[in-house]
């Protein structure tokens, strides 16, 4: 089964830019895996932000973007607020499957 | 205004058997699939299978395939998640998604607390 891989953490400073990448152990990432991202808040169900690798919800705030980046899905939030703080997480279908990678969790300090 | 409203939080025994449920309304139910994911203490999101309610096409990720089953009553519109023999393993958050063209996730249920303890 495929596997996905996200970074475990990453920091970022108020107003700044930060690029969370998501690589499958197939090879490199195309838009035919269908890359969607979503953000999880402590204590709160996830919430879809992006689909087909670059596709905005309504409710997706434009600091959110989806693009394939070097072979990976990749998520980049410029102008980062303190409420982006949380985990995120990328999926892909791979296969025939849906498979999650395991979360980036985003801090802003 | 689409909404998933999942079933309350369940405490049982092992070996007890379980269904929790998922109600989709403000869309049309049979023209979306829903899936299913889990979420155990602290640890990330694990995709469990889909089910698409229009013709109960349903489809389970490897790891769940014989532990778990799907299903949906579209008259209702609503899918089910259910355990046969619960064990310890299966404590967990479970939550219900929304697929649209069947690969692209929008809208996520609350979710389900899922307890296992004798």
């Known amino acids: 089964q495929t596997v996905v891989t996200q970074e475990p953490s990453l920091t970022v400073s108020p107003g700044g830019t930060v690029t969370l990448t998501c690589a499958s152990s197939t090879g490199a990432v195309t838009s035919g895996y269908y890359p969607n991202w979503s953000q999880q808040k402590p204590g709160q169900a996830p919430k879809a932000l992006i689909y087909?690798?670059?596709n905005k919800h309504s409710w997706t705030p434009a600091r959110f973007s989806g693009s394939l980046l070097g072979g990976k899905a990749a998520l980049t939030v410029s102008g980062v607020l303190p409420e982006d703080e949380a985990d995120y997480y990328c999926l892909l279908f791979s296969g025939g499957a849906w498979v999650f990678g395991g979360g980036t969790k985003l801090t802003v300090l | 205004e689409v909404q998933l409203v999942q079933s309350g939080a369940e405490v049982k025994k092992p070996g007890e058997s379980l269904k929790i449920s998922c109600k989709g309304s403000g869309y049309s139910f049979t023209s979306y699939w829903i899936a299913w994911v889990r979420q155990m203490p602290g640890k990330g999101l694990e995709w469990m299978g889909i089910?698409?309610?229009?013709?109960?096409?349903?489809r389970y990720s490897p790891s769940f395939q014989g532990q778990v089953t799907i299903s949906a009553d579209k008259s209702i519109s609503t899918a089910y998640l259910q355990w046969s023999s619960l064990k310890a393993s299966d404590i967990a958050m479970y939550y219900c998604?929304?697929?649209?063209?069947?690969?692209?996730?929008?809208?996520w249920g609350q979710g389900t607390q899922v307890t296992v303890s004798s």
């Open positions: 998604a929304r697929l649209f063209g069947a690969k692209e996730v929008d809208y």
């Open positions: 087909s690798t670059s």
């Open positions: 089910i698409y309610p229009g013709d109960s096409d349903t």
